[in-house]
């Protein structure tokens, strides 16, 4: 079983910064893929990043240049920097990990996930 949990959720004006922590234990790989998902009110939920065990990134187009993920296996950790926030940012941020496929943006390619953090922009 593998358990992940975020943390590093708050409130913040726009304009603003925030960092997202995702903590892994139990039966977790360092070849899992990580993944940062998040869920507006009345929204679906939708890809955000996503980091390989090479530390290669993927990134939806509406947080490029924004957001920056990084991973840090010695801590089982990963990150998710979020700067330049907005309004629209806000949603319930989730953490998720499964092995690689072909398609890290979709939510079907994680087995684990996160409880999930909330994240508020003010205007």
């Known amino acids: 079983q593998v358990q992940l949990v975020e943390s590093g959720g708050g409130l913040v004006q726009a304009g603003g910064s925030l960092r997202l922590s995702c903590t892994h234990s139990?039966?977790?790989?360092?070849?899992?893929?990580m993944g940062w998902f998040r869920q507006a009110p009345g929204k679906e939920r939708e890809f955000v990043g996503a980091?390989?065990?090479?530390?290669?990134?993927l990134y939806a187009d509406s947080v490029k240049g924004r957001f920056t993920i990084s991973r840090d296996n010695s801590k089982s950790t990963m990150y998710l920097q979020m700067n330049s926030l907005k309004p629209e940012d806000t949603a319930v941020y989730y953490c998720?990990?499964?092995?690689?496929?072909?398609?890290?943006?979709?939510?079907?390619?994680?087995?684990?996930w996160g409880q999930g953090t909330q994240v508020t922009v003010s205007s």
């Open positions: 980091i390989r065990r090479s530390l290669a990134t």
């Open positions: 998720a990990a499964g092995s690689p496929t072909s398609t890290d943006y979709a939510s079907s390619s994680y087995q684990y």
């Open positions: 139990g039966r977790t790989s360092s070849s899992f893929v």
